[in-house]
């Protein structure tokens, strides 16, 4: 499959689950899987989602502006470069962040997130 394609269906995948169901997000981390947020760096995909469901807002909404990805070694791994805005319900202002993924195969044909970096962008 065509690494832009499939790292544009997993962008879509990963940020309309993040903004309706951030438990949903579970089975596309592992346990070896890293998270870095702001910094602080968790590690296994129980801890990951235990961040992210406990982060100070409960809704809110990405918009994509860019998405970039690379081939990333023989195993058949992929970088995907993400940068957009985050809108927090209530706030007037959306925030604008860049994160990275980097995906690699299952034995079952998908992808699961081995690390995975977040970064908000301040002006």
């Known amino acids: ?3 832009d394609v499939l790292s544009k269906a997993f962008v879509d995948h990963y940020y309309s689950t993040f903004d ?4 949903g997000l579970a089975n596309l ?3 070896s ?8 760096k968790i590690q296994g995909s129980q801890n990951i989602v235990a961040k992210l469901t406990s982060l100070p807002f409960q809704q809110c909404k990405h918009s994509i ?3 970039d990805c690379q081939p990333s070694g ?7 470069f993400v940068s957009g805005t985050l809108q927090l319900a209530g706030e007037q202002h959306a925030l604008k962040f860049s994160q990275m993924f980097h995906l690699m195969p299952t034995p079952q044909g ?4 081995f690390n995975d970096i977040f970064r908000l962008n301040y002006a």
């Not at 309706?20 to 438990?23: E, K």
């Not at 899987?33 to 602080?40: C, R």
């Not at 023989?74 to 995907?80: E, H, I, N, S, T």
């Open 1 to 3: 499959m065509d690494p």
């Open 20 to 23: 309706t169901n951030r438990p």
């Open 29 to 31: 981390y592992q346990d």
């Open 33 to 40: 899987s890293m998270l870095t947020f702001e910094g602080q």
């Open 65 to 67: 502006t860019t998405v």
């Open 74 to 80: 023989p195993a058949g791994g992929m970088l995907v």
């Open 110 to 113: 998908s992808f699961y997130v």
